[in-house]
């Protein structure tokens, strides 16, 4: 499975930005999905995840604010994020394992390259 990240960029705090993970190579249904960021300086974070029969899970920082979705006809699992805070500063990274939902991103076997997001105050 081969995973493109896309739809990073700049917004000002408040601001809205949907990610997207594309997976080519194999039909990824039902893997699970999970989206990380990594900060400057700092690990990589479990951020949300989705199962393949789409149960979600997130973070308790992101609750209410950032939404995970799949289109298996599109091959691709998104990440709406919405009321952003320039914490959520980072690059974003999409995963996928053909098994449950981890946060542990050791657990991963797919990874797409990483989209940035910025957000200013």
């Known amino acids: 499975v081969q995973l493109q990240a896309s739809g990073g960029g700049l917004v000002q705090a408040g601001g809205s930005l949907r990610l997207s993970c594309a997976a080519s190579?194999?039909?990824?249904?039902?893997?699970?999905v999970a989206w990380f960021h990594q900060a400057p300086g700092k690990e990589r974070e479990w951020v949300a995840g989705?199962?393949?029969?789409?149960?979600?899970y997130y973070t308790d920082s992101v609750k209410g604010r950032f939404t995970i979705s799949r289109d298996n006809a599109k091959n691709t699992v998104y990440l709406q994020m919405n009321s952003l805070k320039p914490e959520d500063t980072a690059v974003y990274y999409c995963?996928?394992?053909?098994?449950?939902?981890?946060?542990?991103?050791?657990?991963?076997?797919?990874w797409g390259q990483g989209t940035k997001v910025t957000v200013s105050s």
């Open positions: 995963a996928a394992r053909n098994l449950v939902i981890s946060t542990n991103p050791d657990r991963y076997a797919y």
């Open positions: 989705i199962q393949g029969g789409e149960r979600t």
């Open positions: 190579g194999r039909t990824f249904s039902s893997y699970a």
